[in-house]
C-alpha cells in the first residue's frame, strides 16, 4: 500500500529528526568523553605537582588549557570539570615553583581575567619576591583606578613603595589603606569582629614601620604603642612595629626577641624582618 504524500513528509520528517537526535546524542557522548579525558589530564597534573614532577605537571596543565575551551562548548557534561581559571591558576603555581617567573605571571594574569580573585595575591607576591616593584605599583594603581575603595590595592601600593625605596609614598599608601579598611571589610568582610582586626594589625605594623623609615621616629613609636595598648594579651599582633622601635632605642637583644617570635605573612612583611635582622647583626 501506498503512503500518502502527507503520511509519506511526516515519514520523512521523523526519520530526520531521529537522525538529528542520534547524531546530537553521538556528539554529546563524544563531548563527554573529551571532557572526561582532559579532566583525568587535569588530575593527574595535579599527582604530578604533588610528586615533584613539575615539567610534567606544567606540560599537562597547558595541554588542559589549550583543550578545554573547544571540548566544555556549547556545555559541560562532566561533574567537577575546572574552569579555565583554576586551570590557569594552577598552572601559574607550578611555573612559579619552576623559577619561571615571566610564565608564571602571565599565567596568573589569565586567571585573574577570568576570575579577579583567583591567583592575585600569588600574582602580587611574586611580583615582590621577583623584585618588580614598578610592576606592582603599576598594578596597584590600575585596580585603584577601577575601585578606588579598594584597600588591599592601597596596601599593595604601599608594599611597592617600599620595595623602590619610597617609604614616604609607602606612608601614603598605607595611610589610604587603613582609612579604607573599615569600608572593605563591611563590604567583603561583614562577620568581622568589631574593634581590632588582624587586616588592621597588619596595616599600622607596615605604617609604623614606612613611618620610621621615612624619618618619623615618634609617630612610628605611637602607632607601634596604641598598637600594643589595643591588642590582646593572648596574641602579639605588634612583632614587626616592635622589633624596629627596640632597635631604635638601642634595645638589640629586645628587638632580636620581637624578630624571634614573628612569621611574616608576605613578602614586604619578610624583607623589612630580614632587612633588620641584618642590621642587628648575629647576637
Known sequence: ??????????????????????????????????????LT???DARDQWKAGHLELAAHEYAGFLAARAAA?????????????ASGWFA???????????????????QAMALDPSRGRREYRDLLLESGRGDALAAFARR???????????AKDLGAAELARGDPRAAVAAYT???ALLPGFLARHDPAVARGLSAQEADLVNLLSVAVRLSGERTRADALCEDLGRRQSRTVRLDRLCRAYARADAG???????????????????EALAEALA???GPG
Do not use: N
Open 1 to 38: 500500500m501506498r503512503l500518502r504524500p502527507y503520511r509519506r513528509q511526516i515519514a520523512l520528517a521523523v526519520l530526520g529528526l531521529l537522525a538529528v537526535l542520534h547524531l546530537a546524542a553521538f556528539g554529546l557522548y563524544t563531548r563527554r568523553e573529551r571532557q572526561s579525558a582532559l
Open 41 to 43: 589530564e587535569y588530575l
Open 72 to 84: 566544555a562548548w556549547p556545555l559541560v557534561l562532566v561533574r567537577s570539570f575546572p574552569d579555565a
Open 91 to 109: 598552572l601559574g603555581r607550578v611555573e612559579s615553583e619552576r623559577g619561571r617567573t615571566d610564565a608564571a605571571l602571565a599565567a596568573f594574569e
Open 143 to 153: 585596580e585603584l583606578e577601577h575601585d578606588p575603595a579598594s584597600a588591599p590595592a
Open 176 to 178: 589610604r589603606a587603613l
Open 251 to 269: 634595645d638589640a637583644a629586645g628587638a632580636r626577641e620581637a624578630l624571634a617570635g614573628y612569621q611574616p605573612p608576605a613578602p614586604e612583611h
Open 278 to 280: 641584618a642590621r642587628l
